[in-house]
């Protein structure tokens, strides 16, 4: 019992996963989507009363179904603690404006063939935005609550129309698009396996030469200074050696410790992007307790910054916390927030890296911030998306849309949330929200 159990469980937890992301796929559609729901609903109750009258029509179920889509175009204003319910209101405004409200009026117009077709538009809309377990899911609860409303609201109730002839094409399509989605999913994983596959090889591939260019400096480190001793010697003994400048000599002095600050770079490049590409979904029995001021103090360490780029960065985690979270994956969060904030100064030649942390009963924060480029409005909606990258040349610092969407994942599996706000060419902030423990 205990392993079916287990195994519920997870196909459960695999199956809000799904959902949670398929959101995430639609989330450039969702205003669009808001719009023609918010304008839809009350246009058509003008057009099946005045212009092409229905037998039944109900002015309430519509314009409470074009309220729900209003939030759903301005969360640009949703505050932290109300995002996390995004995809709670999304799936429910499609199951309350699709199964369940075209279901309801095709019973209460006696199946008429407007409603007919409405209903078969309604299910394949769903089948376009729903991935197939929430497909079959919508439409079963959908359908099942359209009943029991039609049921509850009518005197006579008539089923033998839909019974008999409707719903076996309702069911067909329902499988048909359930299977289409399903397969759309199963290319999609497939890919992102080819991702990590193809990521790990070529990981490989560079430490390897990494590894001995590291091993290389070491040595060299070791009996260069001897060696450019010797030729200062020979020099000053008149003895018949290459010239060499005073400014390659300086070079060859520092090269070591660039090959060496480099191949540290690359390492940890290669180690980020592996853990960006892996799955981040994590049991809450791996999760321990964590110090921010450790995690962050353990990522300005391990990070490879110059010192130029040391000098940029302040900390200010006096108010140090704990949560519940991976130390690990905590510092490859800040390390792509790092990154990332590196590359915004870099394009504009100037900025600086804050890094604060807040403490309160309610939740805790820390909050990233640079002063560099910034990122432009119409991309911020879209940046912790999975390989959402900008056509934009000027927007490269967003890089290949696994950083920012692995810093998500990663934050959602502590119970917690990331947000940005940003100013372009002003600054970039992101906000890490942490539950109290």
Known sequence: MNAVRLALKDHLSNAFEMAVRNVEYFDIRRIPMGIIGIVTFPLYYYVWTDLFPQPYENLPMRLFGSALFVPLVFTQYWTHSQRRYLPHLWYFALLYSLPFFFTFMLLKNNGTEVWVASALVALFTMILLLDWVSLIVHFIVGTLFAWIAYV??????????????????????VVVGAASNYASLMVRVEQERAMISTASSIAHELRTPLVSISTTATGLREFLPSLLKGYELAKSQKL??????????????????????????????????????????????????????LCVETAIARYPLTEAEKSRISLALDADFRFLGNELLMVHILFNLIKNALRH??????????????????????????????????????????????????????????????????????????????????????DLYFPAI
């Open 345 to 430: 100064i870099a394009k504009v030649g100037k900025g600086n890296i804050t890094i604060r942390s807040y403490r309160s009963g309610a939740g805790n924060r820390l909050v990233f911030r640079d002063t560099g480029m910034g990122i432009r409005q119409e991309l911020l909606p879209h940046i912790f998306s999975r390989f959402y990258t900008s056509s934009d040349d000027s927007d490269s610092i967003l890089g290949g849309g696994i950083g920012l969407a692995f810093c998500r994942d990663a934050m959602t599996s502590f119970g917690g949330t990331i947000e940005c706000r940003s100013t372009l060419n002003e600054f970039t902030e992101f």
């Open 152 to 173: 509850l609201t009518t005197d006579t109730v008539q089923i033998a129309f839909v019974s008999v002839t409707y719903l076996p094409i309702f069911f067909f399509a």
């Open 240 to 293: 018949d050696v290459p010239p060499i400048r005073n400014i390659q000599l300086d070079s060859i002095r520092n090269a070591l410790g660039r090959i060496e600050t480099e191949a540290a770079h690359s390492q940890a490049i290669i180690d980020m992007l592996l853990v960006n590409a892996r799955q981040t979904r994590r049991e809450t029995s791996d999760l321990i307790e964590c110090s921010i001021r």
